[in-house]
């Protein structure tokens, strides 16, 4: 039809002719295509050429006009009109099979990490552009990693979905069960090579699943080497559950923050957990599987840290976390791009090659071994890439036995143990008392052979008590004299002990320190002034600063005057409250969001007497306060040491205040109080706008806003389509620096609306900048059925219900193209707060839809909890029929996929429990109705009565009875609302006015939830706020009588 058509239309091709061509096109590319990436082999199957001009008006009225699709572009901004027809034909099945192009190792590649991506939150789409550039040109393309994306998790899905990783023959058991599973892959069916290749893939992913089904589900960690950015990596793996060791007494919410640790340091933020009280435990289950961060100090070990309002709980160590470079050998074995970590001291690794960083000044050597000294180093230590047995020696005269193809690891076979001090520390590591060390497997400590500890040359046995002390390279040994764990550490007397003391005058301070053991005491702080006398048995060391007193002072300990010293990081025990930020630098009156991360706020005693200290962050709108400006206020006591506070533990409560005025030039204060002069932050989201030049048509920063232009990075992105990655915008230069002025690209007026937002992984934020360029005009009115249209149409003023209408449409089907647009939008975009989109608001305010939407993010925790910090979301408020259909809904797209009835239950299980998990009030009853429909039993109201007033309700005083402040916003509303209701018949009075709003809440949002009540507070953020307050002032109060409340007017209703 076209080679007819053709000549007939030379001058003039038709509209319907150019979609037959685009159409010929991608269908050539997906049977035949084989290597070249050129028109030629097109002109050659068709016997014709059209001209360059004559293929752009063909390609983009082919895709554009006739089959609505889009032009792709080169990385230039030009139009890539090869790869745009190409990419319409999906995957080239001839290149696929091609041995030599090594797809299939790739692909299973992208199935061995699948789940490992999951893990960190990339999606699969990040994962396969990673992995498909080894291979040809044809699958960069967007869209053959989309097809490919797709592809490995419907693989997963299926695996998972018919349990094949318990099927002989996967593909077989496929075919009984469901027939035409082969039709829903991109790929031409009627050849049998095809089908063989589909079915190859499929044992792969079975394989996969079941091999990652085995790992185990504790705390532990991985160790990785790049030598390309001389950086080392650690991956933390976090169980289901996790048992913290601290009494209930020390929390006053369920509300957990976690952490992770290095040293003192912290290096990741892993979000809110809420406890679970089991006796006088606290249980949290754990919603992220697992981190990777960024190692600045590997010789230390790392902490998950268990935090409330910035204060440390509890830290649990993780297993062989500290990796001891340039002190042992340590050995890594090639993983695709990364080195990841095997061993340290003496070991053997079931790898066939090893590379090795060698400790400072050592040799090596190794018999019947292959061994290369590596040209590249890792900062400056020497690599040797070896396969055998190699002999290290350092230059203590210490030996190190290193072997490969050994039948199993036997690397961290044991770790240290001992009572740590918790101060930073030089070493990282420093005991009172000499550690010991265990086995980590029973099975080692049941039949191995006692290990022989050793400072340095010297058996510590042979060593006496005062020499013990000091600095030290601490060694275990085996029988065989080989060196199994090597670790530089300081020991201190195990009597050690250290107070503080604030001096008289904001800069003067002591610390006294009490030991039997003599030791003698220096401060290497520069601009501290320090005086040292004997009291008693103690030593007090008297301190003056010259100005401002720093976060810490150095200590050096000499313990052993024969050892160097140990060096403590001491906080100055100042007066009152002082800030530093990660710098160590005092903040004195401001700092952004991007700056809390390693800011600390230390809180001090008086002379050794307690001192009580309260943080309130408040909204501040318009530079001035009202009474009723939304706060979060903690309290802490001060007593023998100071209490350093994470402020960065704050961020979330800061962003929270935020959101809540998210279009005006606001900011947080942070107001400490307690002894002196009160403390006053500012805290603000940014300190960095752009400004638009129309006429140069750039973007530009304000002057020497910051010092390093390198940290900030804008990118411009279409509103309308954010599967689309975005556009770097290039900085001019002036003589090879750059200027913060920033060059927009002509395509701007050709369509929009686009948006300037910070690029990922920057560390300079800045507010978004919208740009309405060449924007399609909409009618008001036009019916408008998709986002791409609706974020077009889109008017705060002239067209505000243009979101709000295909919003609407969204929450009654599952299957709307809406649902992908979203997914675009939150997987490129999401590290933007969601306010950003208006999108996500119209979202928010549509109950139906928004319960809709967690259950089509797969209800990640992450996901629930910023809807609700950045957007206020009152769950409690939502009607559990929502909820129910949003099941219906998804089960239906389940159905549409195939999927069996036993897997669609047990999925939609999961997804509602982890929704339970992240929103405790939904756990228990809630969750069980949501499951199986069957309401809980109801008791009489005569012994729910009792339960409620004399358990819950007596509980709630007791537990709140010092507490000189309760929410008490809507208490008069909410009073008035419980003595007109007579529906449950419960009798519940308070004894003051200003419990009221926490005492009758939990009924009225059940009425709500229930829908016999209607919201006096349906949508507006900070009315929202107030609410979760009252909440989360007593969650064990609020959980229950909702539950049962909520049941008892379902059962009304």
């Known amino acids: 039809m076209i080679n007819r058509a053709h000549p007939l239309q030379k001058d003039k091709l038709s509209r319907h002719w150019c979609g037959a061509f685009t159409l010929y096109c991608a269908e050539w590319f997906r049977r035949e295509y084989i290597r070249e990436w050129t028109w030629n082999t097109i002109w050659q199957t068709l016997g014709f050429e059209l001209s360059p001009q004559e293929v752009k008006h063909t390609v983009i009225t082919g895709l554009e006009d006739y089959w609505k699709r889009p032009v792709i572009q080169f990385h230039n901004e030009n139009n890539n009109y090869l790869g745009s027809v190409f990419s319409e034909g999906g995957l080239p099945l001839k290149l696929l099979i091609d041995h030599d192009n090594q797809f299939q190792h790739v692909f299973q590649n992208v199935l061995k990490r699948h789940q490992h991506a999951s893990f960190y939150g990339n999606t699969t789409y990040e994962l396969v552009k990673k992995c498909v550039e080894p291979l040809p040109e044809a699958f960069q393309l967007d869209t053959s990693v989309k097809l490919i994306s ?169 297993p062989h976390s500290f990796i001891e470079l340039g002190n042992s050998p340590v050995g890594f074995v090639k993983d695709e791009e990364n080195w990841v970590y095997v061993g340290q001291a003496s070991f053997s690794a079931k790898a066939q090659e090893l590379l090795v960083i060698l400790p400072e000044n050592s040799e090596f050597n190794g018999q019947e071994t292959a061994f290369e000294l590596q040209a590249s180093e890792y900062k400056e230590l020497k690599l040797v890439l070896f396969t055998g047995t190699l002999t290290v020696t350092s230059e203590y005269d210490e030996k190190y036995i290193i072997k490969t193809n050994a039948p199993h690891n036997t690397s961290n076979l044991i770790e240290l143990t001992g009572e740590q001090v918790l101060w930073g520390s030089t070493p990282s590591l420093v005991f009172k008392g000499v550690p010991s060390y265990r086995w980590t497997q029973l099975e080692h400590e049941e039949t191995g052979n006692a290990l022989q500890t050793f400072f340095g040359k010297t058996n510590v046995n042979n060593i006496c008590v005062i020499e013990k002390y000091g600095l030290h390279t601490i060694t275990f040994r085996n029988v065989n004299d080989e060196i199994v764990l090597r670790k530089k550490i300081g020991v201190l007397p195990s009597d050690f002990d250290v107070q503080f003391i604030a001096g008289a005058k904001p800069t003067e301070a002591i610390i006294r320190i009490t030991t039997q053991s003599k030791c003698v005491y220096s401060i290497e702080t520069a601009g501290i002034k320090h005086n040292l006398c004997r009291v008693d048995q103690m030593r007090e060391i008297h301190l003056s600063s010259e100005g401002t007193p720093p976060a810490n002072i150095k200590l050096n300990v000499y313990a052993n005057l024969m050892s160097d010293p140990i060096t403590l990081d001491l906080p100055f025990p100042a007066k009152g409250a002082i800030a530093y930020d990660k710098n160590e630098v005092a903040i004195n009156k401001a700092i952004t969001i991007d700056q809390l991360l390693g800011s600390r706020l230390y809180l001090f005693a008086e002379l050794g007497c307690p001192v009580k200290y309260k943080i309130e962050a408040t909204l501040k709108e318009g530079g001035a306060f009202n009474h009723s400006s939304p706060y979060f206020d903690w309290n802490y006591t001060v007593t023998d040491k100071p209490l350093v506070i994470s402020l960065f533990a704050l961020k979330d409560r800061i962003e929270e205040l935020m959101a809540l005025k998210p279009h005006l030039d606001m900011a947080v204060e942070l107001k400490i109080t307690g002894q002196g002069r009160p403390l006053v932050i500012k805290v603000s989201k940014y300190n960095i706008s752009l400004d638009f030049d129309k006429v140069r048509n750039v973007v530009e920063l304000p002057s020497t806003v910051i010092a390093d232009l390198s940290q900030i990075k804008p990118v411009l992105m279409n509103l309308a389509t954010p599967e689309r990655h975005p556009t770097n915008l290039p900085s001019r230069l002036s003589e090879g620096v750059k200027t913060g002025v920033f060059e927009l690209p002509a395509k701007i007026y050709d369509s929009g609306p686009w948006l300037i937002v910070p690029a990922k992984d920057y560390e300079f934020n800045f507010r978004a900048k919208f740009l309405v360029g060449g924007t399609e005009r909409i009618e008001t009115g036009s019916n408008i059925t998709t986002l791409q249209k609706a974020v077009v149409a889109f008017h705060p003023k002239f067209n505000p219900d243009a979101l709000v209408s295909v919003i609407h449409l969204m929450s009654k089907n599952a299957d709307h193209s809406g649902w992908v647009f979203l997914r675009d939008l939150y997987d490129n975009f999401g590290h933007l707060p969601l306010s950003t989109f208006e999108v996500w608001k119209a979202l928010v305010d549509n109950h139906k839809a928004l319960c809709l939407a967690v259950l089509r993010f797969e209800s990640d925790p992450e996901f629930i909890a910023r809807l609700e910090t950045e957007f206020s979301v009152f769950w409690e408020y939502i009607p559990i029929i929502h909820w129910q259909a949003a099941k219906s809904m998804m089960a239906t797209i389940f159905k549409k996929g195939g999927l069996p009835d036993a897997f669609i239950e047990k999925q939609l299980n999961v997804l509602l429990d982890r929704i339970s998990t992240q929103v405790p009030t939904y756990s228990n009853e809630y969750v069980e109705f949501l499951k199986s429909g069957n309401k809980p039993v109801s008791y009489p109201i ?54 009221n709003s926490v005492v009758y809440l939990p009924i009225y949002a059940a009425a709500v939830a229930a829908g016999v009540a209607h919201s006096m507070t349906h949508s507006d953020p900070a009315s929202l706020f107030h609410l979760r307050k009252s909440r989360e002032f007593d969650c064990e109060w609020f959980e229950p009588l909702y539950r049962y409340a909520l049941f008892e007017f379902l059962q009304l209703n």
């Open 150 to 318: 797709d592809m490995a998790d419907r693989l997963i899905a299926f695996v998972n979905a018919y349990e094949l990783d318990n099927k002989d023959d996967p593909a077989n058991y496929l075919d009984q069960h469901r027939p035409k599973w082969r039709e829903l892959f991109p790929l031409p069916l009627n050849e049998q090579i095809g089908t063989e290749f589909l079915n190859g893939l499929l044992r792969s992913a079975t394989v996969e699943v079941k091999r990652s089904s085995k790992k185990t589900k504790l705390l532990s960690s991985r160790h990785f080497l790049r030598l390309d950015n001389q950086a080392i990596s650690s991956e933390i793996y976090l169980p289901d559950s996790l048992l913290l060791d601290f009494s209930t007494q020390k929390i006053s919410t369920s509300r957990i923050e976690l952490a992770v640790f290095e040293g003192v340091n912290q290096l990741a933020n892993l979000g809110i957990y809420h406890a679970q009280f089991v006796g006088e435990q606290i249980l949290l289950k754990i919603h992220k599987n697992s981190v990777r961060v960024k190692r600045f100090n590997p010789n230390a070990e790392l902490y998950l840290v268990a935090m409330q309002a910035g204060q440390t709980l509890d830290r649990k160590l993780i």
């Open 942 to 995: 005569s012994v729910m009565q009792s339960i409620i007033k004399d358990d819950w309700f007596q509980n709630l005083l007791q537990q709140h009875s010092e507490d000189q402040e309760w929410p008490e916003r809507f208490r008069t509303e909410l009073k008035q609302w419980f003595d007109s209701q007579n529906m449950l018949n419960l009798e519940l009075k308070t004894f003051h006015p200003y419990q």
